[in-house]
Structure formats: C-alpha cells, structure tokens
C-alpha cells in the first residue's frame, strides 16, 4: 500500500517530466513556425493534386524545408501524445484538458498541412493549419502555469 507521501512523490514526478515535455513541445512548435514561414515565404511549390501519402512524398522528397516541416511534424504529434498520457497519470483534470486540446490542435495542424498540399495550396487549409498549431501553442502555455501551480517541492 503506498503511502501519501509515496502518492505526492509520484505525482511530483510526472508533473515535472509533464514540464519538460511542455519545454519541448514549445520549441518543436517555435521551430515549426519559423519553418512554416520560411516554406510560405521563400518556397514556390507547383500546383499538384495529389493523394495525402503522394503528396507528403512528392512534397518532402524536393523541397527540404518541406522534408523538415513534416518531420518536425511528426517530433509534435509525438511530443503531444507523450504529453497526453503523462496528463493521465496524474490527478489534475487541468492537464488532462490542456493535453487534449494540445493534441486536438496538432492533429487539426496536420490534417488541413495535408489537405493543404492535396488541394492544390488552397489557401483556407493553410489558414486552419497556423490556427490548430496556434491552439496547441496556446493550449500549452496554459499548461505551464498549472503545471507552476501544481509542482511540489522536495
């Protein structure tokens, strides 16, 4: 039987890896940003009407910034899923929530960065891809300050 003391440790523990995960998530979603630009900015891609799979190959085997934003993509969606079931091994339904919305805005980034290269660049699924990363940015800052609210000093 553990104690209450043992619980606290515990939970303790996985708030502060929750912090660091928090750390991480925001720089990949900082890096993934300025990618985001520099593609919008500097990179003009051709009109193609591709399948999602097609077009992620196509897309990511001739542009490198591309390639880069897709697989800081990946490092975010996977970052957000860690974050998701550190947020279930604790007691605090506020970073269960966060963790939820985080995942929700990662997962929206990636379906409209899809339905963005498949459409040919429709500008509205670039729209809905910078508001999901800007809702899974936000998302996590809230959670840091439950996390400031909630860590227990030893």
């Known amino acids: 039987m553990k104690t209450t003391e043992t619980l606290e440790s515990e939970e303790s523990k996985v708030i502060v890896k929750i912090r660091n995960v928090i750390f991480l998530l925001l720089g ?14 500097e990179i003009n891609m051709p009109v193609k009407y591709l399948g999602a799979v097609q077009s992620l190959i196509y897309f990511g085997s001739h542009y490198m910034f ?13 970052t957000s899923l860690t974050f998701l079931i550190l947020g279930f091994r604790t007691q605090l339904l506020s970073l269960r929530i966060c ?3 985080i995942l929700a805005g990662v997962i929206g980034a990636i379906t409209n960065g899809i339905l ?6 429709f500008f509205g699924w670039s729209i809905g891809m910078a ?24």
């Open 28 to 41: 990949l979603l900082v890096t993934q940003f300025w990618l985001g630009m520099t593609i919008n900015l």
């Open 66 to 78: 591309i390639l880069a934003h897709i697989s800081v993509g990946i490092a975010i969606l996977l």
């Open 99 to 101: 963790a939820i919305v």
């Open 116 to 121: 963005f290269l498949m459409s040919g660049q």
């Open 131 to 154: 508001m999901s990363a800007v809702s899974a940015l936000v998302a996590s800052a809230i959670s840091l300050y439950f996390v400031g609210e909630n860590i227990i000093r030893e």
